[in-house]
């Protein structure tokens, strides 16, 4: 059984930073790649960016790349997603997601709230 807890969001205005975490709890926790997602209200879930199970592979969605970047801790359980050069469309609630070998989702966070002023 794996615990996400995601925590850092807030109201900033466009141009500023933000630093993500997701707390991940549980014995297996670094056996997964983690992810981060976003959800735009009336919008679906997307994708955001993504980290192996290392920490020495990312990925990220073409919207974000250049601005967001994740990394990992695994002696603590960590990842986060640090934002920069916020824009007003990055608004949204932000999840964590743990992903399998199977490129299956497992666990989500319950999410945390950025948004983003003009």
């Known amino acids: 059984q794996v615990q996400l807890v995601e925590s850092g969001g807030g109201l900033v205005q466009a141009g500023d930073s933000l630093r993500l975490s997701c707390a991940a709890s549980g014995r297996t926790a670094s056996s997964y790649t983690l992810d981060w997602f976003r959800q735009a209200p009336g919008k679906e879930r997307e994708f955001v960016a993504r980290?192996?199970?290392?920490?020495?592979?990312?990925y990220y969605a073409d919207s974000v790349k250049g601005r967001f970047t994740i990394s990992r801790d695994n002696a603590k359980n960590m990842v986060y997603l640090q934002m920069n050069s916020l824009k007003p469309e990055d608004t949204a609630v932000y999840y964590c997601g743990a992903r399998n070998w199977a490129g299956q989702y497992d666990y989500w966070g319950q999410g945390t709230q950025v948004t983003v002023s003009s």
């Open positions: 980290i192996s199970r290392s920490g020495g592979s990312t």
